[in-house]
């Protein structure tokens, strides 16, 4: 099969990349590279420069590569962001994603594995969020990320697209320094910015109703996410017609604090954190129910959060050298 991955050259989508050719599938990177980078798109897979609002593009590379299958990353995901520009984030996630379907129908692409997001659940209250948690997206991030599961479904349900819509709880890691994440807008790389400037790391608000006061995530290593894509991709070609839902994680609750403790012990350093006040929006915690996943797919996460630090970290000193001696 020859997968096109939308977003590509970003941070998950490049280890999506290097999953699916280790597995032996072809792949081509569709992506805009607006934030991707184009150094993470391995030698020998190509690249396409583009948007996904660019239907003609979307189009022709579906065509010109002779595509078989289509794994779609490509979208914003600053939760914050998005309360900012809603509107852009509707029109990047949603009108992006119907101007694929509508390239990948007439097209006659028989898959579509969609990137996902535990933002769907908004604030769950439940101790395992399965996917039969309702539903109540808390930003408009998420609500695109649910209003692009129904979309998927609902074009699967038209026209016979077999589909997967990934729902991803807390990525993080790298394969390796040169894929690490850029970004500085999740809990390690905060930490990790905190320490570089020898200041303490910060716990947003610690009077929740947790063991430990913080709140609680299900962290998951990106390779192991990525080979999630592979066996969905694998599912969908074994048995068309398909409309899998599925939740990414690892079924582990890992608290702020204890989070904050363990890159202080991997890095070497000592910088107790500051608790301030709540962010908000954030639920006290989300951990993942992974059963669904393992049953339909038979995948199962590998990397514990020790590999998430230090590969993280890898990547971080490789960015920013002058973490290496802080
Ligand atoms: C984790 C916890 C913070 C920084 C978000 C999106 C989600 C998905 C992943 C995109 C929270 C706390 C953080 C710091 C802290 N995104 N924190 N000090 O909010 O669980 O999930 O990213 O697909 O949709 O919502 O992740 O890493 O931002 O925060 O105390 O300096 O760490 O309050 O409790 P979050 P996060």
Request: glycine share 10%; aromatic share 6%.
């Amino acid at each position: 099969m020859t997968w096109l991955i939308t977003g590509g050259a970003g941070y998950i989508g490049a280890h999506v990349v290097r999953a699916m050719t280790a597995a032996g599938e072809s792949a081509v990177v569709y992506d805009d590279l607006s934030t991707g980078v184009a150094e993470r798109v391995p030698d020998g897979v190509p690249l396409v420069v583009g948007s996904v609002l660019d239907g003609e593009r979307v189009a022709r590379a579906l065509t010109d590569h002779a595509v078989t299958g289509v794994v779609h990353l490509a979208a914003k995901k600053q939760v914050g962001e998005s309360v900012e520009l809603p509107l852009h984030y509707y029109r990047e996630n949603v009108e992006g994603l119907r101007v694929l379907l509508t390239a990948v129908t007439r097209a006659g692409v028989p898959s579509f594995v969609f990137s996902s997001s535990a933002a769907v659940y908004g604030m769950p209250d439940v101790d395992l969020v399965t996917e039969d948690t309702p539903c109540v997206p808390m930003s408009p991030y998420g609500e695109t990320k649910l209003a692009g599961e129904w979309l998927v479904r609902a074009t699967g349900r038209a026209t016979g697209l077999s589909t997967a819509a990934l729902r991803y709880f807390n990525v993080a890691g790298a394969a390796g320094p040169r894929m690490a994440d850029t970004g500085v807008f999740n809990l390690i790389p905060m930490v990790f910015e905190k320490l570089t400037q020898g200041a303490a790391p910060r716990v947003f608000g610690d009077d929740y109703d947790t063991p430990d006061g913080t709140c609680v995530r299900d962290y998951i290593h990106v390779v192991d996410l990525a080979e999630a894509h592979v066996a969905a991709a694998r599912a969908l070609e074994a048995s068309p017609g398909r409309a899998l839902t599925l939740n990414i994680g690892r079924g582990e609750g890992v608290s702020v604090r204890e989070m904050i403790d363990r890159i202080n012990a991997l890095t070497g350093r000592d910088l107790p954190p500051t608790v301030g006040p709540r962010r908000p929006g954030d639920p006290a915690r989300v951990v993942a129910s992974s059963d669904r996943a393992a049953a339909e797919l038979g995948w199962k996460a590998k990397y514990g959060v020790q590999d998430m630090i230090v590969s993280a970290w890898e990547g971080w000193v490789a960015l920013h050298p002058e973490a290496a001696n802080a």
